[in-house]
């Protein structure tokens, strides 16, 4: 068997769990050489009463215990280091080998407009550091907030660094919760929430079916959209909201859902989820079109990509080339938690983790805050 030649001082661990809270996306990268190469990767979902507790934190204009979510806080700091540990546990690597981890954390709210804007991601990094005993990077976005920025999306710097090509137009999509667009044509990078990814469909299936997301998007291609309801969803004025601009679960919610399906009621729930479906598909192919009309590919990554429904849809409205992050390198299931370990590198480099042109901040800055590791 080959021996991986790996440097210590380029290995980091990226983290990731996004808006679907669907569990822990962990990775291992080594960065020698200018290169990015994937060395492990290991999924930890959550439990159902855990997803619960968690959305039960980011339910809009609703009354939180501090109690409730200091308990949520460290224990998904102790998951994400446990999450560390079984990743470093499955390459036999030490963990004394690891300069840093990056860990984007659980966003609960995310509100980043108005003079106190925020955004908040938890699982306590303190646990991360003393649990794994590696420098661990955290809270990203709150700086980028605090120079003018949305402090999301993030990705689209590392989506620079690796799918910029002086040759091509390419829009790389990240189909989480919320799906995000990042435009690397030939002038400055543009990036930002495009809306709904998954976060609707995987609440419908839930109410529906009892089930966490509906897979391959089987019971979503046997229903009928439904138009009026369609051009009703669209009608919400995020999707005509120029860039920059980011969202999350606590907007496109359950209360938003219930709120726009009322005048509905009667439609079967696979024709309202193939509906949401439509609604994905079409605010992201006009936010392609709009945004980044002169790209010659689509690159897709995040959960979404396994839902063939909704990829077909926009195979439907776009007229570039499809295809998956996987044929420039990277599995789609990993490209957000590997970003995460080039954040934490661009922090502990000292170089900007942010681009202005994306979450309108008005300068790059350095990006989280450093919880030193203690190695034993
Ligand atoms: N086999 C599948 N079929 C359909 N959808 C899937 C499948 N696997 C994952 N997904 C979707 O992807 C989501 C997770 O994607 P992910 O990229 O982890 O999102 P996030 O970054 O928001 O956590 C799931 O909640 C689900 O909606
Ligand atoms: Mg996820």
């Not at 960065?31 to 994937?38: E, G, L, T, V």
């Not at 102790?78 to 690891?98: C, M, N």
């Not at 193939?274 to 945004?291: F, V, W």
């Not at 370990?341 to 994306?358: F, R, S, Y």
Request: proline share 6%; net charge negative.
């Amino acid at each position: 068997m080959q021996k991986t030649n790996v440097a210590s001082e380029a290995l980091y661990i990226g983290l990731m769990s996004g808006t679907s809270i669907d569990g822990i996306d962990a990775s291992l990268v080594d960065f020698s050489d200018n290169k990015i190469r994937i060395l492990a990767f290991h999924y930890q979902p959550f439990s159902s009463t855990l997803r619960q507790q968690i959305h039960s934190l980011s339910q809009p204009n609703q009354p939180v215990l501090l109690e409730h979510y200091g308990t949520i806080d460290t224990q998904l700091g102790q998951l994400f280091a446990e999450a560390a540990l079984a990743l470093l546990d499955k390459a036999k690597i030490a963990p004394s080998k690891i300069k840093a981890i990056g860990s984007h954390g659980q966003t609960v709210y995310h509100a980043p407009n108005g003079p106190h804007g925020f955004s908040l991601q938890i699982g306590d990094p303190n646990r991360i550091a003393e649990i794994t005993g590696i420098t661990t990077i955290a809270d990203f976005r709150r700086r980028d907030i605090a120079v003018g920025g949305q402090g999301a999306p993030l990705v689209p710097a590392f989506h620079q660094a690796i799918f910029s090509d002086p040759n091509d137009s390419i829009t790389v999509l990240n189909i989480g919760g919320i799906a995000n667009i990042t435009v690397l044509g030939k002038g400055p990078v543009l990036g930002f929430d495009t809306g709904p990814g998954n976060t609707l469909l995987d609440y419908w299936c839930q109410q529906s079916l009892g089930q966490n997301f509906d897979a391959g998007g089987e019971w979503t291609s046997s229903g009928k959209v439904n138009h009026a309801l369609l051009s009703h969803l669209l009608d919400d004025p995020y999707f005509r909201q120029v860039p920059p601009k980011s969202t999350g679960k606590e907007y496109f919610s359950s209360v938003w859902l219930q709120q726009k399906i009322a005048p509905f009621g009667s439609s079967k729930p696979e024709d309202i989820q193939a509906t949401l479906c439509q609604l994905s598909a079409d605010s992201i192919a006009d936010a392609i079109l709009g945004y980044a009309s002169d790209s010659r590919r689509v690159l897709v990554c995040g959960g979404g990509i396994h839902n063939r429904e909704l990829i077909r849809k926009l195979e439907i409205r776009l007229p570039m080339t499809i295809v998956s992050t996987a044929e420039f390198g990277i599995d789609p299931d990993h490209v957000e938690a590997v970003a995460f370990a080039w954040l934490a590198k661009q922090t502990l480099q000292h170089n900007p983790g942010n681009l202005c042109t994306v979450t309108g901040a008005k300068r790059p800055t350095i990006l989280g805050g450093i919880y030193p590791g203690q190695r034993h």
